[in-house]
């Protein structure tokens, strides 16, 4: 089950049996039952309503620190924006979590979901002031997290979105990054010409290839490079979209 709540690609049927089994093997009241059937909650698909509040307070009763704290990081990144809400919501359990770990990876997972619904300033300031200890897969997660709190002509939301694109990474499978990105990122549009763009073509060209007019090219670059906080194509070398 660590494994699948690690991983959301994972489908391995034997983890599945183990975890059924070991389950099944368990009295119902006991804390490891407990811990792993929300476990299983959270990392297989259910047809079922799920009660995401009930499922977090038994894995904060009943699962080790470090795997309730694992369990409340994939919520965050993988369920649904109501999951974010209620994980959001439930700092001061975290909080009571990270104290009782010994593992410097989870406290500052932990951190990470505690700041979630700071502001934008004190999320970003997470990673300045983590030196280094805020792991390359939370990274990603903080950036959206201000960039869904900064306003469209905030510098800390360019300062986000160059993070978010740069090395043209994708989020599909990470809704919290996703999410975010669809509604306050570049449009699909912008991104494609940005691309194409960064790759060194010039506007004619891209206009040629997408069969568009020169001046919508212009258009849609003029709005990414705004968005992105660049003055014009040359910062997009940085980002290395292509």
Known sequence: MAVLVRDPESEDLVIRELARSA?????????????????????????????????????????LPEVAIQGFWHLYRFHSAEA????????????????????????????????LGSSPHAVANLIDQ???????????????????????????????????????????????????????GLSARELDISKWAARGLSNKHIAMELNLSVRTVEGHLYRAFAKLGLRDRTGLNALELA
């Open 84 to 115: 974010r809400r209620i994980v959001a919501d439930n700092g001061a359990v975290v909080r009571k979590l990270a104290e009782h770990t010994d593992s410097e990876r989870y406290r500052v997972i932990a951190e990470v979901l505690m700041c």
């Open 23 to 63: 389950a099944s093997s368990l009295p119902e009241a006991s804390p490891l039952f407990r811990a792993l059937s929300a476990l299983e909650e959270i990392a297989l698909p259910s047809d079922g309503e799920r009660k995401l509040e009930d499922v977090i307070e038994r894995l904060a009763d009943s699962a």
């Open 130 to 184: 983590g030196d280094g200890k805020v792991p390359a897969e939370a990274k990603d997660v903080v950036w959206a997290e201000v960039l869904r709190a900064c306003s469209d002509d905030s510098a800390l939301a360019a300062e986000a979105r160059r993070h978010l694109y740069r090395k043209g990474r994708k989020f599909d499978t990470l809704p919290a990054v996703a999410e975010v990105l669809e509604q306050h």
